[in-house]
C-alpha cells in the first residue's frame, strides 16, 4: 500500500457542540451555551458533507495548515516532516510532499499550484503540488525557520474573499516574492527564481512572526523582543519605517488584513492586537483593540491567528483545546469551538466558505 492510500480520511460528528456565548442587555457575558440551531442541518451554508470533520493522516503534532488562493485545496504539515494535500471538495488526502529532514513549521501558498514551506531543518522548501516535487531548497538561514509569508497570502484574499472583490484590482509588485523569519535574528526576502535570498533584515534577537504587504512592498516581523517592526523594501532599501510596541511577551503570529490596512498580532501575554499600519494613521496611538481569550502555555507554541476573508471576523488557536472567534468590530468572543484534545496551533478560514480548519499538538 502506497503511502498516500494509508492516510484515509475520517468523518464524524463532535461529540461537543460550538458554543455561543451569550450577554445581558448591558453587553456584560452572562453565560456560555451549547449552540444548536433549529434549522443547523436544512440552512448549511457550506459545501462540506457534515458539520463536522476530522482528517487523519498525520503521524505528529500538526503546526500549520493553508488554503489555496481559491479554496480548493488544503495543506497541512508538522512534525512529520510531510506536507498532506487534502481536496476541499471530500477531504481526501490526494498527495503527499516529502523532503525535509525535520519539523515544518510554517507554509504559504504561493500561487493556486505551488507552496513555499518552512523547517526546523534549518531549510525553505518550493513545491509543485500538482506533481509532488521539491523545485528547489533554500538554505541560508542558520537556524530554525520559525515562520514565511507570501504576497498571495494578502493580495490573494482580495480577489477570492467574498465582501473584498471591489480591491480586487490590487497587484502584486513581484509574484515570485516570499519572505521568511528565523531563530538565527533575521528575516530575509527570496526570490523563487534564485537560489539565494535577495536580502537580509538584521534583528537584535530571534525573529518568531512575519507578514508580508505584497502591494506596498512592506514587511512586518516580530519576536522575542515583543516588538513589531516594519520594514520598506521599495528598491531594496529595507528600511525601517515604523516600530509598534504594546505586547509584553513574545509575537506568536502576524497576520495582515485583507485590505492591507490593519495587522493581527498574537503574543505569550495571552493578547490578540490589532494595529493600524495604513501610511498616515488618524489617531495618536496606531493599537486599535485587543482580543482576550486565547491562552498560552509552558510548551511556548507559536499559536496563531487569522482574518475572515472580509476582515469581519478573528480566530484563533489556544493553549485550553478551544478555538474562539471574535466578532472584529467590537472585539466581542462570538463562539468557542470544542472538540480537540490538545493545544489548538492554527486556525484558518476559508476564502470563500463559512468553513474553519484548525490543527492541534496532540494526535488525535
Known sequence: MSSV??????????EEPPFKRLRDNEGNA????????????????????????QLSG???????????????????????MNVLLWSHSDYNNFNVLEGHK??????KWLNETHLITGSADKTLGYWDTATGDKIRSFKSHSMIVNALDTAASTVGSRTTGTSSSSSSGSTMANPHLFVSASDDSTAKLWDVRSKRESATLEHDFQVTAIALDGENQIVYTGGIDNTITAWDIRNQSNKKTMGLRGHTDTITCLSLHPKSTHLLSNSMDHTIR????????????????????????????????????DGSMISCGSADRMVRVFDEY??????????????????IFHPQENVIARYVTSIQ
Request: contains cysteine; charged residues 20%; negative net charge.
Open 58 to 80: 498525520h503521524k505528529g503534532s500538526v503546526y500549520c495548515l493553508e488554503y489555496s488562493p481559491s479554496g480548493d485545496t488544503l495543506a497541512s504539515a508538522g512534525f512529520d
Open 102 to 107: 525535520n519539523a515544518i513549521l510554517d507554509l
Open 330 to 347: 467590537s472585539a466581542e468572543e462570538l463562539y468557542l469551538l470544542p472538540g480537540h484534545k490538545g493545544c489548538v496551533n492554527t486556525v
Open 274 to 309: 490589532t494595529w493600524d499600519v495604513r501610511p498616515f494613521c488618524a489617531e495618536p496611538q496606531r493599537q486599535c483593540k485587543q482580543f482576550v481569550g486565547a491562552t498560552h502555555n509552558a510548551e511556548k507554541g507559536l499559536i496563531r491567528a487569522a482574518w475572515s476573508p
Open 30 to 53: 452572562s453565560a456560555v451555551v451549547a449552540y444548536r440551531g433549529p434549522e443547523e442541518e436544512t440552512n448549511r451554508t457550506s459545501s462540506l458533507p457534515s458539520p463536522t470533520m
Open 5 to 14: 492510500e494509508e492516510f484515509q480520511q475520517q468523518q464524524q460528528e463532535e
